[in-house]
């Protein structure tokens, strides 16, 4: 091989290697966090670590039955479903009207979206707290979900925006020379087309609640979520517990993530622009 | 009776002012092209018959009935759209028989309408696609075929085959004057391109800056059009101008040949020959020959005639070369001249 | 138009603009009047402020979030680039190699944290690893008060490797609008691969390196869970005070207080990166 052939082979083997490499410093912690919660406690405890797991369900079992637990576990559930309803019911009328209509006040509310990704969100909770406790949502499901609509709502407009402007207006106007109303061009042009955008950006609010952390541990006791409980318990809590909660915590994420991985540039690349 | 009236049609925008009281009859099942540069006022005009803008005055009326304030799908219109609007999750099938569903026809009649104008735009072999599987002219075939299903009285087009090659447009163009001429169908169409608009029109609606410059069948706009700007715009290459003065009621001159001309006006005229209508002769306007083009069928020359630029089209077998200076004779009866302020014919 | 209802946006806009207005309008003033509001007097005062500043905790947590912003943001600036602009040139694996590395976007800060404890407790992965290195001969702990740099970067690493992808999935998009032909133009005139990098693609990636790096900043300014997880009270962040203030001293017009620094930091911050980071008029792909 020549000077020039090895040089690029050279640099391609490089270029190939950091790929490699980055690959396994995300996926690396995550295996052994893997490791740690399918491993019995006494495996965790033990010294030193091996990297195999011995798929001993103890640990998670111990979790899952940990007191108070499942609640948790659905709590957190029931929290991320309401915030997604909410985001997508709130947010895709928001965003069809930024896209389609022409209004007084657009630019301005476009620029006011926008403005609340400025503002530390879970910081929120502190003054809602005292708010929900007067109204009695204090500790609820819905209470915390209001709050994680309002980190997730931003999110949902601009991505409904982006959504229904990718759809040719062309489309809803053939509809229209068709025989449709402006409602059932919606329904049998526009919609067909942007449900699987849609569908991504409700499960991306359900995981933005699911993860959610600050709101969540300020605003739940009896009620608590699985990361409240979990934060709440970090002192206390068995390492083998808190490993098999971060992972069961980690688990839907990965899933998620995956089913809209076609849309995670739509929205974040352009939801902040 | 799907005769379209447009009375007194404004329509004005924030910044400025697209139509300034229009006025069209367009026949029964006459084909209207309307002709056009962008920024004209057609594609407007259009949507505004359609139903998809609002006029800021005026009335639109359809036969007997007036529509500009219905919505579009009550108008008895059906259009087709520049970039074809094809719904991506719908077969060509589903596509054509959208609107009859709409309709809520029963199926048969929509199985059966669909196959029927499937197959009058040749595209019957590609009911089950989607339209991502489509090349831009089959698209167009749908586009169409969807627009015809419809039976309206009134079809309306918007540059439909813009988007298309070259070859492609020809063919399109040939198919649909066939597949609207057996149809009983009024149809208004726009476009920029003056030879399609020649091809199909019945009537042809030259627009510019909002207004009307000229409305007749293709050969009149040819032969006669009625303003500078008609008679730049129809025929490639464009007509020619010279500058012509007269001396003496009725005799012109135009770079030192004397011709026939109008005896009412006086002082300066334009004189305008088309290149076609001159022929390469030992006498006639004397042309400085600046360059040459074989165009295939004949050669396109440009001329230099008393410093003005002058087009020609000559026999492909012509002796020319560049630098010659040759002699052209106009076609006496196909002159015509131009008040170069008021860019008016003026008749002899 | 028949079509357009004179009313229809709004109908539209506003249920959002109602709920915003409730749950964000309305608890963002009273975080500002909160903290200005203090038990001991009426009316208005900063003792709240006095109280807060005075407390020798908030030097500490005030310097380790400016500290860790400070090592974490630009590595991930850098990395994220870097990631970027390789799978960029990417044609097959692209979306999976893609997958893998904004997996953490989807993974909350507290179980990052926990995550990374895994690797750094006492009979965690790295000891592990020393162990049958034969660095060590017996479990040491790493993150006790002993080791204050253990535990600052055991946090840096976990935020490098949970947050990353939240800069890398703007800077993708970014370079994606980059059309390839100012590539092949610059490498015409001479470029090589560096000159283009500098030349071509950085200065077209500056709104996206601007909206990257806003969002980074005010990210860390509020860096909570990682720590909790990692660190504990051994580490005190703002963000940490703010909580330790509300749910354990119930003192809300000091959370409040601390809530209002952190956003005073978050704008300050802003403005900077803007300024510095300006797009000039008329500049655009």
Known sequence: MDQAGATIKASRMVYLSSIVLLCLWILGPLYLLAVNALSSPKAINQFPMSLIPEFDLESLIFFVKFDGMIDALLNSIMVAVLTMIFSIGLGAPAGYALSRLDFVGKEFFRVMILMTRAFPLPLLALPLAVLFIETGLDDTQIGLSLIHTTLALPFAILITFSLFSGIPRELEEAAWTLGCTRLGAFRYVVLPLILPGITASAIFAFVISWNEVFASAVLTIQNRTLTAFLLQNLDTAPLHLKFAGGFILVIPALIFIFAVRKYLFAMWGISNR | MAAISIRNISKRFDTYEALTDFNLDIHDQEFMVLLGASGCGKTTLLRIIAGLETASSGEVWIGDRRIDHLPAKDRGISMVFQNYAIFPHLTVADNIGFGLKMAKLDATTITNRVQENAELMHIEQLLSRYSGELSGGQRQRVAVARALAMEPDVILMDEPLSNLDALLRLEMRAELKGVLQRSNTTAIYVTHDQVEAMSLADRVSVMDGGKIVQAADPMELYRNPATHFVAGFIGNPPMNFIKAQSNQPGVWNVAGIEYQGPTTASGDLLCAIRPEDVVLSTTGLTAKILMIEPLGPHLLVTTSIAETAFRAILDLDSQVRVGDQIFLNPILDRIRWFDPSSKLVIHQ | ?285
């Not at chain 3, 539209?12 to 207005?21: K, N, V």
């Open chain 3, 1 to 285: 138009m028949w079509s357009q209802n004179k009313q229809l946006p709004y109908v539209l806009i506003a249920p959002a603009s109602l709920f915003l207005a409730v749950f964000f309008l309305y608890p963002f003033l009273s975080v500002i009047t909160q903290a200005f509001e203090h038990s001991s007097s009426d009316g208005y005062s900063l003792k709240n402020f006095q109280d807060v500043f005075s407390h020798w905790k908030f030097s500490i947590s005030l310097e380790n979030t400016l500290l860790l912003t400070a090592a974490v943001v630009p590595v991930q600036l850098a990395l994220a680039l870097l990631m970027a602009t390789m799978v960029n040139g990417m044609t097959k694996g692209r979306d999976f190699v893609l997958y893998i590395w904004t997996i953490p976007l989807g993974i909350s800060d507290l179980a990052a944290g926990i995550v990374w404890l895994v690797i750094f407790e006492q009979t965690g992965f790295l000891n592990s690893l020393m162990m049958n290195l034969g660095l060590i001969n017996q479990p040491t702990p790493l993150l006790t008060y002993q080791n204050p740099m253990m535990i600052f970067v055991a946090i840096a690493l976990a935020e490098i490797w949970r947050a990353t992808a939240i800069m890398l999935v703007i800077l993708v998009a970014g370079i994606g609008l980059i059309p390839k032909e100012y590539y092949e133009a610059a490498s015409v005139f001479g470029a090589s691969r560096w000159q283009q990098f500098l030349r071509v693609t950085l200065p077209l990636l500056r709104p996206s390196l601007q909206t990257a790096l806003i969002l980074r900043v005010i990210l860390a300014f509020e860096v909570f869970a990682v720590v909790a997880a990692l660190g504990g009270t051994l580490f005190p962040v703002l963000m940490g005070e703010t909580y330790t203030y509300q749910f354990d001293l119930l003192n809300s017009g000091a959370a409040a207080a601390i809530a209002l620094v952190i956003l005073g930091l978050s704008i300050a911050f802003t403005l900077l990166i803007l300024r510095v980071l300006r797009v000039p008029k008329g500049v655009s792909i």
